[in-house]
């Protein structure tokens, strides 16, 4: 029989979740609201369950979006995949954010580059292409000004993400017509898009546990930050 998974996507505002019954995608729900994960996740996952006729005991496996993205939102959506894989013993499958938004750009001959606003002047962005009905990265994860990212590209490139749309004028006038954007609701990392991406990892055996599961930020926090610079100060 086929995996049922929940999956939740809070690494980009607000976020989003999605259940799904092998390639099924049973529901879905995405935010793009002021709104926090601690504010709408718990309820949601419950209403979820209950509007999809599915018991926690049911679920194979939990996949959770592990970042680059929102420290917090990463931070809400982790504790709350591990509690619920704590309570139903189910694994765990972590997720990248930008391979996310790259899985929703199905069967393009072109290289993708997925963008996530850093804030800072800065993307976290990775390159896939697609082979074999899937997103390969051939180029890692980083955290980069989009002036340097956007130099090293030499041919035609499909963009998404939330940072092809707030540097999308820097990218145009950098590559010009070498340059294509996905449309802008497919900017945010869709949970449907997420599940698909799970279902995957699932199947070929990439599981960890709650206390094998860490988030990937790519680069200190804000909090991070301060404490050292008082370390060096005091």
């Known amino acids: 029989m086929p995996p049922i998974l929940l999956t939740i996507q809070t690494a980009a505002p607000a976020g989003g979740l999605a ?7 049973l529901a879905e729900i995405n935010l793009d609201v002021r709104q926090t994960p601690t ?33 917090t939102g990463l931070r809400v959506g982790l504790a709350t995949a591990k509690g619920l894989a704590m309570a139903t013993g189910c694994p765990l499958v972590g997720l990248s954010s930008l391979q996310c938004l ?13 963008m996530l606003d850093a804030r800072k002047q800065e993307v976290y962005a990775a390159f896939y292409r697609w082979e074999s009905g899937f997103p390969h990265p051939v180029v890692a994860e980083c955290v980069v000004k989009p002036e340097t990212l956007l130099a090293d590209i030499a041919g035609e490139t499909l963009f998404v993400g939330t940072g092809a749309r707030v540097y999308r004028s820097l990218i145009v006038r950098q590559l010009a017509g070498r340059a294509h954007f996905a449309p802008d609701f497919l900017n945010l990392p869709r949970a449907g898009a997420a ?25 200190p926090s804000e909090a991070e930050l301060n404490w050292r610079a008082q370390g060096i100060s005091g």
């Open 195 to 219: 599940a698909a991406l799970a279902l995957h990892e699932w199947r070929c055996g990439r599981t960890f546990t709650a206390e094998q599961l860490m988030p990937v930020y790519l680069r």
């Open 39 to 71: 504010e709408w996740l718990l309820q949601s996952v419950e209403d979820l369950l209950f509007k999809t006729g599915i018991d926690r005991k049911a679920l194979d496996g939990i996949g959770v979006v592990r970042g680059p993205g929102s420290f």
């Open 102 to 114: 790259a899985m929703q750009l199905p069967f393009t001959a072109l290289p993708v580059c997925a």
């Open 19 to 25: 259940i799904a019954d092998g390639e099924r995608l």
